[in-house]
């Protein structure tokens, strides 16, 4: 099977959703006729490239993100990305110079804090690209692009606070799951 146009546009809104989607949301994310983006559904799957946790859901696969040039993550790399470095810990402002007293040395921890955080926070650490630089130096290259994705839309800081919970939520739960694989 090729690997066509639209079929890396649907792998690539599968990454960038970071939750299952049903064909229909994906057709109109893809600006695409629902028979066509289900039948490209169905061949991805085939392929290993999506794999469908529920009838008419579908989630892309470690497989399927190596397609649109993600690297593969094995249980060192998430090992290491989930550890804890306090050398590396992030500091949460509200403004420059206004440190709000909380810190994090670990991606867990961050995705724990972050849930119930002043969006002001979230909203001023995202527009400056601080989480950005963060996750680089944790090694997840896979947030930074998702971060970078998501600096660019326009939302309110509520909605941003609830799509980067959510993203960092969805990863930590993916790198746990592949540190607890057997080597």
């Not at 040395?105 to 969006?119: A, E, H, S």
């Not at 650490?125 to 896979?142: A, I, K, N, S, Y």
Request: aromatic fraction near 8%.
């Amino acid at each position: 099977m090729e690997v066509t146009q639209n079929k890396i546009k649907i792998l690539a809104i599968l990454w960038e959703t970071g939750r299952p989607m049903r064909s229909r949301e994906v057709a109109e994310r893809a600006k695409l006729s629902v028979p066509s983006s289900t039948m490209h559904l169905i061949q991805l799957r085939k392929k290993n490239y999506v794999f469908s946790p529920k009838k008419s859901l579908y989630t892309i696969t470690a497989l399927g993100k190596e397609v649109i040039g993600l690297l593969k993550i094995d249980k060192k790399k998430a090992l290491a990305i989930l550890s804890s470095v306090p050398e590396k810990a992030f500091y949460f402002y509200s403004a420059i110079n206004q440190y709000i007293g909380i810190s994090t040395d670990n991606l867990v921890d961050f995705c724990k804090k972050i849930q119930d955080m002043d969006p002001k926070v979230i909203e001023f650490h995202t527009l400056r690209g601080d989480f950005e630089f963060w996750f680089h130096d944790l090694g997840d290259e896979e947030l930074v692009k998702k971060m970078k994705i998501i600096s660019k839309r326009q939302l309110s800081r509520e909605e941003l606070q609830k799509i980067v919970y959510t993203i960092v939520k969805s990863r930590c739960e993916e790198l746990i799951s592949i540190s607890r694989k057997a080597k």
